[in-house]
T-cell receptor, first 109, second 115 residues
Framework: TQLLEQSPQFLSIQEGENLTVYCNSS?????LQWYRQEPGEGPVLLVT?????EVKKLKRLTFQFGDARKDSSLHITAAQPGDTGLYLC?????????FGAGTTVTVRA | DSGVTQTPKHLITATGQRVTLRCSPR?????VYWYQQSLDQGLQFLIQ???????AKGNILERFSAQQFPDLHSELNLSSLELGDSALYFC??????????????FGPGTRLTVT
């Protein structure tokens, strides 16, 4: 059983469309991190959110941490083929990160 | 390039054998974490070391052990290997690890295949 539930599991969209990935838990986290992983490589940190209600923007990516620090979302505007990958959320607690199962995003040209 | 190095990149071995995976953290990072990633289990935290001391333990089997050396590199030892141990093993490092927010940087991984 995953501590963090990510949805959807798979997402396939056309270039230029928007997408949102969700990360939900019944646990409260000190912080939440989002990573992107490409096949055969290690996850790459995208952002860390710490404060409940926090919104961070990285170019076309918008990350939000829920007010209760139990959930988060990642929104990509005008997706590009380079956004293709496995998106993982990870919650920090008890000196360790607990990862969700990930959302596989495919952006078709 | 995250600055974390792992060797070897690929490892193929037989059931019952023992292997050692090696990780060098980013320069200046004191914490090292080991993760196992398989298709059915996702990314699972195994163990963390901070400046040579074990700091946190996750879903690590008794057949697995790790250590962090004075130069801060770490090794993960896997023994009595089973087919189900086939997976990607990642090492990550961070500057902190005692408390508070810390950001982890992952190495490229070691792909272990047990036949």
């Amino acid at each position: 059983t995953q501590l963090l539930e990510q949805s959807p599991q798979f997402l396939s969209i056309q270039e230029g469309e928007n997408l949102t990935v969700y990360c939900n838990s019944s646990s409260v986290f000190s912080s939440l991190q989002w990573y992107r992983q490409e096949p055969g490589e290690g996850p790459v940190l995208l952002v860390t959110v710490v404060t409940g209600g926090e919104v961070k923007k990285l170019k076309r990516l918008t990350f939000q941490f829920g007010d209760a620090r139990k959930d988060s979302s990642l929104h990509i505007t005008a997706a590009q083929p380079g956004d293709t990958g496995l998106y993982l959320c990870a919650g920090e607690g008890d000196y360790k990160l607990s990862f969700g199962a990930g959302t596989t995003v495919t952006v078709r040209a | 390039d995250s600055g974390v190095t792992q060797t070897p990149k690929h490892l193929i071995t037989a059931t019952g054998q023992r292997v050692t995976l090696r990780c060098s953290p980013r320069s200046g990072d004191l914490s090292v974490y080991w993760y196992q990633q398989s298709l059915d289990q996702g990314l699972q935290f195994l163990i963390q070391y901070y400046n040579g001391e074990e700091r946190a333990k996750g879903n690590i089997l008794e057949r697995f052990s790790a250590q962090q050396f004075p130069d801060l590199h770490s090794e993960l030892n896997l023994s009595s290997l089973e087919l189900g141990d086939s997976a990607l093993y990642f090492c990550a490092s961070s500057a902190g690890g005692l408390a508070g927010v810390y950001e982890q940087y992952f190495g490229p991984g070691t792909r272990l295949t047990v036949t």
